[in-house]
């Protein structure tokens, strides 16, 4: 399985921006996937997390801002990021929780994509 993300840059204060994150592989089902963040020197933390039946949840600091959604024909997940703020400046990781297996399911685990920067900066 993997995990590929897209979509970080470097935005103004008060500006948007888009992830996207796709898996693929051998995957049977996808129990929830998202986003978590990490700044320099600070611990990695929960940004926005959707589940397969469509339950979201939001870290605390971007509530009202980012808008997780789901394209589930693709295994693809969308992070609208607006209103984005120099606080947001981290490395963006793609995080999903799946089952493997073709036709039958095998594991079940935990899989991180390799990152992309978000920077907000004027």
């Known amino acids: 399985v993997q995990l590929v993300e897209s979509g970080g840059g470097l935005v103004q204060p008060g500006g948007s921006l888009r992830l996207s994150c796709a898996a693929s592989?051998?995957?049977?089902?996808?129990?929830?996937m998202g986003w978590y963040r990490q700044a320099p020197g600070k611990q990695r933390e929960l940004v926005a997390t959707i589940t397969s039946g469509g339950s979201t949840n939001y870290g605390d600091s971007v509530k009202g801002r980012f808008t997780i959604s789901r394209d589930n024909t693709k295994n693809t997940r969308i992070l609208q990021m607006t209103s984005l703020k120099p606080e947001d400046t981290a490395v963006y990781f793609c995080n999903a929780d799946i089952v493997t297996g073709s036709i039958t399911p095998t594991l079940r685990r935990d899989y991180w994509g390799q990152g992309t920067q978000v920077t907000v900066s004027a």
């Open positions: 592989g051998s995957i049977f089902s996808i129990i929830a």
